[in-house]
Structure formats: structure tokens, C-alpha cells
T-cell receptor, first 112, second 114 residues
Framework: QKEVEQNSGPLSVPEGAIASLNCTYSDRGSQSFFWYRQYSGKSPELIMSIYSNGDKEDGRFTAQLNKASQYVSLLIRDSQPSDSATYLCAVNINFGNEKLTFGTGTRLTIIP | GAVVSQHPSWVICKSGTSVKIECRSLDFQATTMFWYRQFPKQSLMLMATSNEGSKATYEQGVEKDKFLINHASLTLSTLTVTSAHPEDSSFYIC??????????FGNGTRLTVT
């Protein structure tokens, strides 16, 4: 079993709709969770971080964490064509340990 | 703006030569930096953890004598790919931690070995 799993996609969403990206992780001791966006040929950029169960909202983005189910998701409201990218879920086990384990990413395409 | 600077952004070299990639933290000190490698359509794979003033910690399967890491100051880490081969062609990305748990990535270096 992979440590961090994501559906590779591609996921196609109409412009203006909600895009939902999912991620599961295997290590129950994982403490912090991140979503990165990566455009083709570019390095990842941080979109959201979440540490506690529940929802965390930042603009059009909402991260959801459920540690009991070992599941973290990212919702993108009012999807824009510029949101088309690969979204990487990343997890680390301990605070202070910056070593991140990445999922393979979900390729998202927003259809105008 | 960028908090981590990586140079060069791309490089082409001949098989058997060595290539050095620099990673700098801008306006903050980074005692730890991380080097990742990403092959096309694959995820980021951690190669090694660079520690200022001490030896780097390599992940399993990464040859430390081939991928030399030097972290001589609190703002600079370098990765040297020695005796490069075509299979080393990849996207190399460094990162540094600025706040708790938040990693910022450099812009990456596209290495092509011919």
C-alpha cells in the first residue's frame, strides 16, 4: 500500500463548478497535511496546510481532514481555467520533522 | 515573492560530466533543506536531507557518492550530480522550511544528460 494515495485523474470540471480532490494516507500517526499545486514544468506551490480534524477555508479553497478515516480532501469553489494543474497531497508524520511524503498527484482540468 | 531560489533552472550536460545545482533560502536561515527528484508524470521523491554543517541524510536507494550535497551555510545548499548519465535526467527540486511544517520549493532544475 502506498503511503499517500491520490486518484491520478485526469479530473475534468466545468468552469464555475466545485472541484473535489481526495487523498488517503496509511500512517495513522501522521500529523500535518498539505496540498500543493504544480503547473507543468514548474515546482510545487503551497495551497493549503491543515493540522486538525475538520475544515479549513482560504478563499476559494477548503481543506478537509478526517484523521479517523485517514482522509484529506481539497475543494476548489468557482473553478477557474487557471486552476488547471496537478494537485499534490503531502503528509508528514511528526511536527518538527519536515520530511514530506507526496502522493502521485491528481491532474485537474477546468473546462471553460 | 520567492522564498527559495534555485539555480540553474535548466542544464544540458554530456554523459560523464558533473553538474552542480544551487539552492538558496532568501531572507531566512535554513538549517535543513531537502532535495527532491521528479520524473515525468511521477510524484516528488525525496533524495536527501541537507543539514547545515553536517553530512546529508540520504534516502534508501540514493547513492551518496553520486549525488553530493554540501550545506556550507545557513542559506545555501548545493547538489552535485557526479558522472551524470542519461538516466539521471530529471527535474530536481530543493525546498526549505520557513515556518512550522511549511515547505517552500525552489523553481526546480531541469537536467538533461545527453
Amino acid at each position: 500500500q502506498k503511503e499517500v494515495e491520490q486518484n491520478s485523474g485526469p479530473l475534468s470540471v466545468p468552469e464555475g463548478a466545485i472541484a473535489s480532490l481526495n487523498c488517503t494516507y496509511s500512517d495513522r500517526g501522521s500529523q500535518s497535511f498539505f496540498w500543493y499545486r504544480q503547473y507543468s514544468g514548474k515546482s510545487p506551490e503551497l495551497i493549503m496546510s491543515i493540522y486538525s480534524n475538520g475544515d479549513k477555508e482560504d478563499g476559494r479553497f477548503t481543506a478537509q481532514l478526517n484523521k479517523a478515516s485517514q482522509y484529506v480532501s481539497l475543494l476548489i469553489r468557482d473553478s477557474q481555467p487557471s486552476d488547471s494543474a496537478t494537485y499534490l497531497c503531502a503528509v508528514n508524520i511528526n511536527f518538527g520533522n519536515e520530511k514530506l511524503t507526496f502522493g502521485t498527484g491528481t491532474r485537474l482540468t477546468i473546462i471553460p | 515573492g520567492a522564498v527559495v531560489s534555485q539555480h540553474p533552472s535548466w542544464v544540458i550536460c554530456k554523459s560523464g560530466t558533473s553538474v552542480k545545482i544551487e539552492c538558496r533560502s532568501l531572507d531566512f536561515q535554513a538549517t535543513t533543506m531537502f532535495w527532491y527528484r521528479q520524473f515525468p508524470k511521477q510524484s516528488l521523491m525525496l533524495m536527501a536531507t541537507s543539514n547545515e554543517g553536517s553530512k546529508a541524510t540520504y534516502e534508501q536507494g540514493v547513492e551518496k557518492d553520486k549525488f553530493l550535497i554540501n550545506h556550507a551555510s545557513l542559506t545555501l545548499s548545493t547538489l552535485t550530480v557526479t558522472s551524470a548519465h542519461p538516466e539521471d535526467s530529471s527535474f530536481y527540486i530543493c525546498s526549505a522550511r520557513r515556518d512550522r511544517g511549511t515547505l517552500h520549493f525552489g523553481n526546480g532544475t531541469r537536467l538533461t544528460v545527453t
